[in-house]
Every structure is written in structure tokens, then in C-alpha cells.
């Protein structure tokens, strides 16, 4: 297992930063701009991190990487700016041997190297929209901001972002090398969120274009797109993630639309319009064997924001999801932005239970408590499960979004909360990492990221998921704020290790060609 630089000799320990300026000074009350969301304008590395209190575990070893939303330029509206619009930036704590060292640095997407060419920004927004700009001339007609998700395939660290292609960087040094097409098997874009088979090791994917969705599955030995299937919702919903049962791949097509053509008009490109789906929200199946897909109606106006897991039944699918009641600006005022918490109010978890029978999907929901980015031990992944976790959004604050991490027990129907230490709160989406030669679901850790509004600082708490007690295992002091973004992963040691040595052999093998 190679040996991560997270400690002496000497030479290693060091801190290097480049920057501008940490936090700019942009003038505006815009929540997405300001707090544990403010941008932080820095490239910075860190050798052995202080640990605040507790202790890392010898047996957790590999990376965490984490995306933020950081805008690089001063946007182009400040007032109308949303922060699905940030540019993506990469964090990664490595840890390994009860030691960890930090780094993060830009996504330099074409777009971006347009950008900082110019020295501003040049490209609108598309959420709320803003004044027209025309496209940029001798840079590319529309932005990659890479900054919705981050992980490891093919034995690249892959950053996702719905509007374009998946972005390759280097596991360790965070170099950006360019588009990622999956050797060929892509060429417009795919989501951010995708789903590693748990028996094959194959990710299983999607690209929504349209009314016109794409399931796609790409080898874990190859990288190659293998299997694929399109089928039409009918109206461009906006489709941000899917789940998939042991057979089938399960969609909700819901009143949130994504319009292309109004964001060319400089409008608001995320819409709820509950014209499009006249008859309520619809699950897509997919059998990802015969590729039919059926439908089941729920006959709600609702939207998915994340699913926590899905398993089959003698009777059809048990589907988990944080549903919300509205997502997106309203369709009949949509030049209007509404607020953040009416824009994308409090989510909760629910319960679909889709019959084959019927075509219909009966609800219930799972727990009281409000909540966003649910996770669950990924190796349980297409079947049933007893635990679940996400973070908390019980208070409706003009500063923060979240405010606590949650462990939900599918089998008592208890959700234990647990609060941020002397006042960390805006804790990231958590991540579930195995605990080393563990079977148990819930022998793990929780990995999460939480803002300190004393220090205008991150932090990394690790929570033990079995004991789940509020006063984590170890909390590690990071040197930047590292931006409120979406999502994050987990790499193992022997993954990790491996990327970066492919990536070695490459340099090599370029350096003798």
C-alpha cells in the first residue's frame, strides 16, 4: 500500500497556498455567496492536519473528495446568482495511518481557462437568468462549471456536471488533464450522479437531453460504455439522480423542468411547471435487462431531490427518497426568482412502494425530520436496508442550509440526531465508509464536512455510524473554508493507490514516446 506524504520527513510538512484573496469582498446579501457558501480563492496543500480532538482510525485509510460550488469572478449578476452556478473546485483529505493531509484546487474546465483569460466573467447565468450576454467569442459557447460531484473510475478521479462532459484530474495532485468521454461512449454530457454496481463494479449512469433520457452501464476493466437504452419522458424534466434495484434502473419524471431554450434567452432555466406532467409525478422503470420501462403514477406534484436506496419485492420495487413539494421557480412568474426556502423548500424522506400489478405507487413517509443528501453503506446498493443517514434542514435559516447529520433505522422507524460541536453547523452531505474487514451495515464511519463560523474554517468530523454518539471520533482542522457544495466520495486505500500509479505509468510512458 503506498505510503501517503501526511507526516515527516520534514521537507513534507509544510503548508503552501495560492491566492488572491481568501474570501472576496463582493457587495451583496445573496445567501449563496455569503457564509459557509462564500467563495474561497485559494489552491492550497497541508501536510499533516491538526486534529482538533479524538483520533483518526488506523483502519481508515484513503481519500475523501469533496466538490464545492466557488465562483472564481465576481458573478455577472450577484443578486440573481444561484449556487448551482458555482465553479467547481476539488477538495481531498487523504488520510492513512492516523494522519491526514489536505488539497484543493480549481477545475479547470475550458470554460474556466476562457474566463481567467479574460479576467472575469463572461458567462450568464442559468437558474434565475440574467441580461442576455451574447457567446463569448474564441471560447466555448457555454460553461462547464464541474461542480456537482467527484470520484473515482477508470482509474481517473472524475468531476461531474450535468451541462457537459465529466472532467479527468490526477487523483493526488488535483492537476486537471480535460474532457472524459468514456473512451467514446459519451458525447454531450452525463449525470453527476452515478451508481457503482456493487457485484460487478460497473457504473451505471445517465444523460437527460430533452424529453430524451439515457441509461448507460461502462465497465469497471475497460472503461467502455457496454449498454445502453433511450426512452422519452415526455417533457424536459430536469432528472438530477436515479436509483437502481437489482434489476432495474428507477427514474421520477417530475414537474421541475430544465429549459434549454429559455436560458438562450437569458431567462430562468429551472422551472416548476405542473402543466408538463398534468396527471402527477411518474416513475420510469427501466428493466435494465429487456429494457421495457413502465410507468407508476403517483398522482402528487412532487419532485425528487436525492434517493437513499431501492430493493425488490414478490410484489414489485421499494423505492427511498427525500421528496419535496416544489423545486424551481415558478412557471407562470418565472422572471421573478423567488427565495432560496421557497425555491427548494425543506425535503423529506418517503417511502414509494410500486406495484407491478397496478402501475400505481402507494407513499409513506419514513421519518418527521426535514432533510437533504441521504446515503446509505453503498455495498447494500440495489437491496434491502436497515440504515440510512443525511443531513438535517429543520431550521429555515437566511444563512445556513443544513444544520446536524441524521441516522434513520428503517426497522424501529428512529432518527437519532446528532449537532455540530462548539457551534460547527452546515455539515456537507455525509459519506459512509466501511470500516476495514467489517460485514456489518452499519460498521462504518460517517465522514462529513462542517462549516465554523468563528474561524470562517472547514472541518472534518468523522462519526463512528454503529454508536453513532454526538462527540465524533475525530475532528480535523482543515486550512481553507472549502465552499457548501453537493457531493462527495470515498476512495479505499487500494483504489486510490492504484489510480495514482496509472497515472504514473502515463507520465512515464508520454516522457519516453
Not at 138 to 153: E, L, S
Not at 176 to 199: E, N, Q, R, S, V
Not at 422 to 434: H, I, M, R
Request: aromatic share 10%.
Amino acid at each position: 500500500m503506498r505510503d501517503l506524504p501526511v507526516g515527516p520527513p520534514t521537507a513534507l510538512v509544510r503548508t503552501t497556498t495560492k491566492q488572491t484573496s481568501a474570501s472576496p469582498a463582493w457587495d451583496t446579501r445573496n445567501k449563496f455567496l455569503n457564509g459557509p457558501f462564500a467563495p474561497w480563492h485559494g489552491e492550497s496543500s497541508e501536510y499533516d492536519l491538526e486534529v482538533i480532538s479524538g483520533k483518526l482510525p488506523e483502519d481508515l485509510a484513503g481519500a475523501l473528495f469533496r466538490i464545492s460550488s466557488n465562483p472564481r469572478f465576481q458573478p455577472l449578476d450577484l443578486e440573481r446568482y444561484h449556487w448551482w452556478e458555482g465553479d467547481g473546485a476539488v477538495a481531498g483529505v487523504y488520510i492513512r495511518d492516523g494522519r491526514a493531509k489536505f488539497a484543493m484546487k480549481w477545475v479547470e474546465t475550458d470554460s474556466m481557462k476562457f474566463e481567467v483569460e479574460q479576467g472575469e466573467a463572461v458567462y450568464s447565468g442559468f437558474v434565475n437568468g440574467s441580461d442576455p450576454h451574447p457567446p463569448p467569442v474564441g471560447g466555448p459557447p457555454a460553461k462547464n462549471v464541474a461542480n456537482t460531484n467527484v470520484g473515482i473510475f477508470d482509474d481517473h478521479l472524475l468531476v461531474y456536471f450535468e451541462g457537459g462532459l465529466p472532467t479527468s484530474m490526477h487523483p493526488e495532485t488535483l492537476e486537471t488533464y480535460g474532457p472524459y468521454d468514456f473512451h467514446g461512449g459519451i458525447d454531450i454530457l452525463c449525470t453527476a450522479h452515478f451508481k457503482i454496481d456493487p457485484a460487478s463494479g460497473d457504473m451505471l449512469f445517465f444523460a437527460a437531453v430533452g424529453p430524451h433520457l439515457t441509461w448507460y452501464r461502462a465497465d469497471v476493466k475497460t472503461g467502455k460504455v457496454v449498454d445502453s437504452h433511450t426512452l422519452d419522458m415526455g417533457c424536459p424534466a430536469m432528472v438530477h439522480d436515479y436509483i437502481v434495484s437489482e434489476n432495474y434502473a428507477i427514474f421520477l419524471v417530475s414537474p421541475t423542468q430544465f429549459r434549454l431554450d429559455l436560458i438562450m434567452q437569458g431567462k430562468a432555466g429551472v422551472l416548476w411547471d405542473e402543466a408538463a406532467v398534468p396527471d402527477g409525478s411518474r416513475f420510469a422503470v427501466l428493466d435494465r435487462r429487456t429494457k421495457e420501462v413502465t410507468w407508476y403514477d403517483t398522482g402528487l406534484m412532487i419532485a425528487p431531490t436525492h434517493f437513499f436506496n431501492a430493493f425488490e419485492t414478490p410484489q414489485g420495487i421499494v423505492v427511498d427518497v427525500h421528496i419535496i413539494n416544489r423545486l424551481g421557480n415558478p412557471a407562470d412568474d418565472p422572471d421573478n426568482p423567488v427565495s432560496s426556502h421557497t425555491w427548494f423548500p425543506p425535503a423529506m424522506a418517503w417511502r414509494f412502494e410500486l406495484d407491478q400489478a397496478t402501475k400505481k405507487a402507494t407513499n409513506t413517509m419514513l421519518s418527521g425530520v426535514a432533510g437533504e443528501f441521504p446515503k446509505i453503506n453503498d455495498d447494500w446498493l440495489g437491496r434491502e436496508n436497515r440504515w440510512g443517514y443525511f443531513a438535517t434542514t429543520r431550521d429555515l435559516s437566511p444563512v445556513t442550509m443544513t444544520d446536524g447529520l441524521a441516522r434513520h433505522d428503517h426497522l424501529t422507524g428512529q432518527t437519532i440526531i446528532v449537532e455540530g460541536p462548539d457551534g460547527l453547523t452546515n455539515p456537507s452531505e455525509p459519506v459512509f465508509v466501511q470500516r476495514r474487514g467489517a460485514t456489518a451495515e452499519n460498521d462504518g464511519y460517517l465522514l462529513s464536512l462542517w462549516w465554523n463560523p468563528a474561524t470562517g474554517l472547514s472541518e472534518l468530523l468523522v462519526h463512528h455510524a454503529e454508536a453513532w454518539d454526538a462527540t465524533p471520533v475525530a475532528r480535523v482542522k482543515l486550512p481553507v473554508r472549502v465552499p457548501f457544495g453537493f457531493h462527495g466520495t470515498w476512495a479505499d486505500a487500494d483504489v486510490l493507490d492504484k489510480s495514482i500509479a496509472a497515472h504514473e505509468n502515463r507520465n512515464e510512458q508520454g516522457a519516453t514516446s
